[in-house]
């Protein structure tokens, strides 16, 4: 299995623009979260999904953020509009079922100029 | 929510030299697993790892989960190994994962 695949793997972008960041989870992995990792926060849930359903979205920081999972294989979480304050390196993660072990992608890393 | 603390927070190392480095929790915990961030930001999985011990190589972990706090053993540290290790943590109904601040080790030739 090719593990949690991110696009893209560097963002860089102007303030006010949206942004897609992309995930495909492990195949047969029912469990998908979002984290972002920064310098101050460290690595912070943003919301997960079980079995395409969002389940916990309270530390989605405002309503800039939205995410979805269209099917079981895909997952986007979007800003709209960035701000430089969303500089970040975004991680998506899926689970075979919760409570399981977790396998991350490679990681986004987002600059907002 | 679940509190999650590593220490130590730095930890430099000569090759070659053993390290500990330990994970305190503060709920009752269904869900535990240590990561490796190597310089190039990957996390990688080291041990899944929620009670017990496991042993892969040169590295090891113990939950001890009634006490809460695990403990994650190098040995014979290379330069490779040098990264950022997290602990992160889950329990109860609450599915997600919790991360420590980290440790960030440094092992010199």
């Known amino acids: 299995d090719a593990g949690v695949i991110q696009s893209p793997r560097h963002e860089v972008t102007e303030m006010g623009q949206e942004v897609t960041l992309r995930c495909k989870p492990i195949?047969?992995?029912?469990?998908l979260f979002w984290y972002r990792q920064t310098m101050m926060r460290g690595l912070e849930l943003l919301i997960y999904f079980n079995n395409n359903v969002p389940i916990d979205d309270s530390g989605m920081p405002e309503d800039r953020f939205s995410a979805k999972m269209p099917n079981a294989s895909f997952s986007t979480l979007k800003i709209q509009p960035s701000e430089p304050r969303d500089s970040a390196v975004y991680f998506c993660a899926s689970t075979p079922g919760l409570n399981t072990e977790a396998f991350f992608g490679q990681g986004t890393r987002l600059t907002v100029v | 929510g679940i509190q999650v603390e590593q220490s130590p927070p730095d930890l430099i190392l000569q090759e070659g030299a053993n390290s500990t480095l330990r994970c305190n929790f503060s709920?009752?915990?269904?869900?535990l697993q240590w990561f490796h961030q190597n310089p190039w930001g990957q996390l990688i999985n080291l041990f899944y790892?929620?009670?017990g011990t496991k042993q892969n190589g040169r590295l090891s972990a113990t939950t001890v989960a009634t006490e809460r706090y695990s403990l994650l053993y190098i040995s014979s540290s290379q330069t490779t190994d040098s990264g950022v290790y997290f602990c992160a943590v889950g329990g109860g109904s609450n599915y997600k994962l919790t991360f420590g601040k980290g440790t960030l080790l440094t092992v010199n030739p």
């Open positions: 709920d009752s915990v269904n869900n």
């Open positions: 195949s047969g992995h029912n469990s």
């Open positions: 790892i929620p009670s």
